[in-house]
Every structure is written in structure tokens, then in C-alpha cells.
């Protein structure tokens, strides 16, 4: 528990300070929905409420002494609270943005685990999470209603609660942020960088483990000094895992929170770890040599081996010998006869225990494979990933490309700095055909100055980059030619690529493509629900799916923040909308560059068996309006249209039309959300036409 004192005068001053302004809810009213086919956001979405609960882990390891985070969210104090009964739908995560001396003023830094304790705080979504964001502005303390004996005691639950042979349980989101404990689980995929790792119950249903802990990550956050965590060797035999649950697209994920949340191992299988070929480029006939480092940590390493096959024929298996110069493990593939083909290999091992390892665990979607082409290797060979694990068989071999660049630094802008710009170059059109380049290494600075329809050849390393495969460390570099024409947009459909994204060959195979989706309507302005991450949902007819506007450098945006001077509207529609598809937080999305990538952008809707003879616009309707009002014009022949808003000053605000119409009665919709109360004036040009009406909004 923390210092006697600072609770004292936490209690006092809280309970001075604090008096209840919104309504008192339970967690269950933020959490609880009706449907559990789904993932829908809370019902409370966007309101300001109270809710009471028990704090599951404390904000800082010590408001005096030591105010490292414990559970890392950037630059936010971040803890998780629980039904005091344990009821279910009774989770949440509550988290404070400000941490500036103004912001401690809430007292949520000195909370601790066990107490009692209500939050005021606006109910909001990230991605598939529920979350609270604690009341700042104005400062609104917390207050403590009582402490417990200890923080409740976890939820006994089985994997398969969660994940049934791969399929997401959504009838377990009344766990999401309980606190929770698995027995007797089996241990994958050790991430010896973050820390992280999947685990399994005996039927192969999986879940993920999340190193959001300080005391239970590899990362920056670590709590060093007050933790010697090392991620259990694939294959380990967990006593338990416990921790708080996290609801993803992707599956679910547990978050060990203290000392002790991941319990003691039964045994321990050999570790087969890094695992490289002798060679970057594997020509027809050339045999591979394949070396591993294997050890067991608690007894002896009794075999080894390879299993290989070419094309996906039968699986043939090949000894693995120990090296004592370089104490790895060895094999050699022989050498294929052809051309273009795909040999994938998984290794195997056996301890004194009669434990065994596989490496990858998932040889099915998994397996480590290499080209063997008889010519240099293209972007298609890179980016090729048969398996749907994602993976390039080059990841980590250095290769030479060749491509023309589709977007450079002026038109994925990223997020100011050069570790987040992105630029891409392509190979011809199809699938496979494009890349992303990193700027890091010595040359990233140079690289800033390539351009759209530079040809350019770039050696570097294949990496991974969040899911996303990328050309990183750049060595050398040559401009063969510019201005080149760009290749065709891809015409793909937007149920092609969906919502989800990983484990799918038929969408990893347009990864970082020049496409291009026809005839679409924004189906849902905010794709991450109560959070606004620049994000929205089109469809052409076959589905949903995303198109991030934060990223281009143009002037299309959904209210989120970012600067723009086009507000797009629920129900718009785009008789294109082209850019460049990328991949994060388990999405495809595509991300339009500039302001010619979206083409023939209308709010209008136009009325049917009207033919006017005349050009006109009418008055606003309602006005004054808050927020949104409708503005109705005419156009007797076919005309460009632009329809825009201007302030009192002159500036221009918003553009509603934009395009060629025919002969029609159209009306717009004008969603002024995200201006101030004010007059505002609003402009037609149609033909040889013009006119400016004012109009007033009123919040």
C-alpha cells in the first residue's frame, strides 16, 4: 500500500473538493450489450457519467518514491477498476491524458489497488474496447468510498472460452477488463524483443499475452530493477496465466498485471531460436544449408531435425548435426531443379523429457520458406507470402529492387517525423507488386527526395515492420529515370478487403498496392466508434471496409482533429476512391495521398422526375440550425458544381460539391459540428450561375 499520509489527505481532499455533477452508472451499464454476436460500442458511448469500482492496479509503482507507470499507455496514466462482487460485464479501463501538475489535481495518480473508488469521466471506444477517459477539464477529483481487503479474487475461465477452434467467442466480451486466471496452459510464438507470447489449452485454441505491464515486458516501459521477466521458451507448460482481459480484432488478449500473474513452469521444451540460411538468394540447383541455435534449459537437447518440401509436395525430413564451433544446429536442403519454386521447412527438437518443440508452431500458415528462381528477385518475390502468416521469404536477407515510386513524403505525411513517413514504390500492377522503404540507415535523409515516377533500385533488409513488410537500412540507391507513369490502380471491391485483415492470403496480396475501390458510399463516419482516428467505413455493395484520411497529405477529413477543409458525410459517395493500401491494428485500410485520389465526391442527392428550367438555390432549412441544416439548388442543363461555405471573414470552410451534375434538384446536407456559433454564407457555381446566401448556426 502507499504512503499512510498521501491517502489521509487524499480522502480529505476528495471528499472536500468532489461533488457529483452526471449521473452514477455501474460498470455493467457501460459494458452491458444486448448483442454478443458482435463487438457494439457501449450504449453510453460519448456521455459523461460516474461509476464506482475496485482498483486492480495502481496508476504508479509510488506517487513518492518511484512514479514510473506501471501499465504503459503513452503519456497517460492508465489503471483498470472491477465490480467489488465480481459480476460480470463489471471491467473497465479508466485512463487520466493530463499528467501535468494541473492534471494531478484529480488525484488519480495515488490511487492504489483495493480501494474503492469513483471516477467521473467521458465513456468512450478504442477500436474493440470500452474505455473511460477521467473528467480533466475542468479538474474533477476522484473520490474513495472504502477499501477492500485485497483487489477481488480472477475469474476461473478455460481458453476455449475465448477462441473455439479459431473462431472469436463474443459471448466472453462480458470479460473484457475483468481480471481473470487460465490453468495448465501450453506457451508459442516468444517475442524476444517485446516479451509477448501466445498460448494454447491441449485442443490448439489460442490466446494472446499483452506486455502492457512494466513488469512483464521486454520494451521501453519495463520496470527495470523491480522485475527479471523473461517470456517463457516456446512449448512451456504454465502452471496458470492471469491477468486482465483485452478484447481485439484479432483475438483475445490477457494482461499480467503484478509479480506472480504468470505462474511457475512444469517443464520446459528445447528453445529453437534463431534460425538462418546460408544464403540471400537461392538459385535453381543450389542446396541450402539451415542453421538453428537449440538448448534446453532444464535437461538436454536428444534430436533435432528439419522437415522440408518443395511445392508443397510430401514433407521429407533431414537430420539436424550439432556444430561446436558456433554451437548451432545444422541441416542442408538439397538443391531443386526449377524455376520459381517455393521450398517451406519447419525444424523440430526433442529434449530428455520427451518434450518437443516445433519452430514455427503453426506449420500450416507459418513455415519458414525461400524462392528458388533462376533470375533477380522482383518486388512480387518479396512481398509473396503463400502461407498467410505475412511473412516474406527474404525477412532479414538483404536484396536489390526494383520499382517506380507511387507515393512519396508529400503524399503520406505520417505524423511529422521521418520514423513515421511513409513512401512506396511498385513493380507493374497486380498483386504482390508493391513495397513500402524505410528511411532509417544512412542514406534516409537522401531517400526523402525521391518522387512519384522516379524509377528507382533499392538494396537493403526485408523487414517487418507492425505486420507490414518493408525494405529497412537501405545501403544503396539509384534514380534510373523520372517521371515515369505510375501504374493503374488496382480495381479491387471493398469486400475484397473487409474489416480484418491477418492470415489472409487473398488480402496480404495488396498490401502496399496502388488501389483503387468504384462507386462507394461512407457507410459510418468514425470506424473506431467514441476514439476518432481519421478512420471511416466505405462500401461499394460487398461489404464494408476502411479508408484512413489522416494520413494523406489532402484536404478530406471526418472531424477527427486533423486539419482539412472537406468534412466528409455519412452517406456521401465517391465514384472513386484510389490510394495506397496499408495494414495496422488488424486492418486493411487504403490511405488516399492527395485530393486527386478521391474523384467525384457528392453529399448532394438528387430527387427523382424533377427537371428544372431554371438555376436556383434556396434558403437553408432549418435556420438559424444547430447542427445541421439542408440546402436545396437546381440546375436546368448539365454544369460543374461547387457548392462551398465561408465565414464572415471570407475564409472558406467547408466545400460541399465539387463535380460535373446533370439537370436535376439536388440537396445537401451542411453538418457544421465542428464550427463555432456564428454567421456563415454559402456559395453556388453552376454554369454561368452564382449565388451567396447567409445562414446562422446556434449551438
Not at 477500436?127 to 477481488?152: C, F, G, H, N, W
Not at 481519421?534 to 478530406?556: A, K, P, Q
Request: glycine fraction near 8%.
Amino acid at each position: 500500500m502507499k504512503k499512510s499520509l498521501l491517502f489521509t489527505l487524499f480522502f480529505l481532499c476528495s471528499g472536500l473538493i468532489f461533488a457529483q455533477q452526471y449521473p452514477l452508472v455501474t460498470i455493467q451499464d457501460i459494458q452491458f450489450v444486448e448483442d454478443t454476436t458482435t463487438d457494439p460500442p457501449s450504449p453510453l458511448t460519448g456521455d459523461t457519467v460516474e461509476v464506482r469500482g475496485t482498483v486492480m492496479v495502481s496508476p504508479l509503482v509510488n506517487p513518492s518514491t518511484d512514479r514510473r507507470p506501471i501499465i504503459a499507455a503513452g503519456p497517460r496514466w492508465v489503471t483498470y477498476i472491477e465490480d467489488k462482487d465480481g459480476h460480470v460485464w463489471g471491467g473497465l479501463n479508466i485512463l487520466q491524458e493530463d499528467t501535468s501538475e494541473t492534471g494531478q489535481q484529480t488525484f488519480f495518480d495515488i490511487i492504489d489497488t483495493a480501494q474503492i473508488v469513483k471516477f467521473t469521466g467521458i465513456v468512450t471506444e478504442y477500436y474493440t474496447s470500452t474505455e473511460m477517459l477521467q473528467l480533466v477539464t475542468p479538474t474533477t477529483p476522484i473520490s474513495i468510498d472504502s477499501m477492500m481487503a485485497k483487489r477481488p479474487d480472477p475469474i476461473e475461465l478455460q481458453v476455449s472460452d475465448f477462441d473455439n477452434n479459431g473462431q472469436y467467442n463474443f459471448a466472453s466480451e462480458k470479460y473484457e477488463d475483468m481480471y481473470v486466471i487460465i490453468r495448465n496452459v501450453i506457451t508459442s510464438d516468444r517475442n524476444a524483443s517485446s516479451g509477448v507470447f501466445n498460448f494454447h489449452d491441449a485442443d490448439g485454441n489460442t490466446m494472446h499475452m499483452y506486455d502492457q505491464s512494466g513488469y512483464f515486458t521486454l520494451r521501453a516501459h519495463r520496470l527495470t530493477g523491480l522485475t527479471n521477466y523473461d517470456p517463457p521458451q516456446d512449448g512451456s507448460i504454465l502452471t496458470y496465466i492471469r491477468g486482465i482481459i483485452n478484447t481485439r480484432a484479432d483475438g483475445y488478449y490477457i494482461v499480467p498485471v503484478y509479480p506472480g500473474d504468470i505462474g511457475p513452469i512444469q517443464q520446459s521444451p528445447p528453445s529453437i531460436t534463431t534460425i538462418r540460411r546460408n544464403a540471400d538468394e537461392i538459385a535453381s540447383n543450389q542446396s541450402v544449408e539451415i542453421s538453428a541455435k537449440i538448448k534446453d534449459l532444464d535437461g538436454s537437447v536428444q534430436e533435432s531435425r528439419l522437415y522440408y518440401r518443395v511445392d508443397g509436395g510430401q514433407r521429407l525430413m533431414l537430420p539436424m548435426t550439432f556444430n561446436a564451433t558456433d554451437t548451432t544446429y545444422r541441416a542442408t536442403i538439397p538443391g531443386v531443379n526449377s524455376d520459381s519454386s517455393v521450398v517451406d521447412f519447419y525444424l523440430w527438437s526433442q529434449d530428455n523429457d520427451g518434450l518437443v518443440s516445433i519452430n514455427p508452431v503453426d506449420t500450416l500458415h507459418d513455415d519458414y520458406f525461400y524462392l528458388v528462381l533462376n533470375r533477380p528477385v522482383g518486388i512480387r518475390d518479396v512481398q509473396y507470402s503463400p502461407f498467410g502468416g505475412g511473412y516474406s521469404g527474404y525477412t532479414n536477407y538483404n536484396v536489390t529492387l526494383e520499382g517506380v515510386v507511387t507515393s512519396d513524403t508529400s503524399d503520406i505525411k505520417g505524423y511529422g517525423t521521418t520514423s513515421f513517413l511513409r513512401s512506396y514504390i511498385q513493380d507493374g500492377s497486380g498483386p504482390w507488386s508493391g513495397i513500402e522503404f524505410s528511411f532509417g540507415g544512412s542514406l534516409g535523409t537522401e531517400l526523402l527526395n525521391l518522387k512519384r515516377g522516379d524509377l528507382v533500385t533499392l538494396t537493403g533488409t526485408i523487414q517487418e515492420s507492425f505486420g507490414v513488410t518493408i525494405i529497412n537500412n537501405v545501403t544503396a540507391y539509384n534514380v534510373v529515370s523520372s517521371n515515369n507513369p505510375l501504374p493503374d490502380p488496382q480495381v479491387i471491391t471493398t469486400g475484397e478487403v473487409g474489416l480484418l485483415g491477418d492470415g489472409n492470403v487473398e488480402k496480404e496480396q495488396w498490401e502496399s498496392v496502388l488501389v483503387e475501390y468504384d462507386g462507394v458510399n461512407i457507410t459510418n463516419i468514425n470506424a473506431d466508434g467514441g476514439s476518432n482516428f481519421g478512420e471511416i467505413l466505405v462500401n461499394d455493395g460487398t461489404g464494408d471496409t476502411r479508408v484512413e484520411l489522416e494520413d494523406g497529405n489532402n484536404s478530406y477529413h471526418n472531424g477527427s482533429g486533423e486539419p482539412g477543409t472537406i468534412e466528409v458525410q455519412l452517406g456521401a459517395y465517391f465514384q472513386k476512391l484510389k490510394g495506397i493500401m496499408y495494414y495496422s491494428f488488424s486492418n486493411y485500410k487504403l490511405v488516399p495521398r492527395k485530393d486527386d485520389d478521391f474523384v467525384g465526391y457528392s453529399t448532394a442527392v438528387k430527387e427523382e422526375n424533377v427537371a428544372p428550367k431554371t438555376y436556383s438555390i434556396e434558403q437553408n432549412y432549418p435556420n438559424p440550425f444547430n447542427p445541421s441544416t439542408k440546402i436545396i439548388y437546381s440546375i436546368p442543363r448539365s454544369s460543374k458544381v461547387t457548392l462551398k461555405v465561408f465565414n464572415v471573414l471570407g475564409q472558406q470552410v467547408k466545400t460541399l460539391v465539387n463535380q460535373d451534375q446533370s439537370q436535376g434538384t439536388y440537396t445537401v446536407t451542411f453538418n457544421a459540428s465542428s464550427l463555432p456559433s456564428g454567421i456563415y454564407f454559402y456559395s453556388i457555381d453552376a454554369g454561368d450561375y452564382n449565388q451567396v446566401k447567409k445562414m446562422i448556426l446556434l449551438k
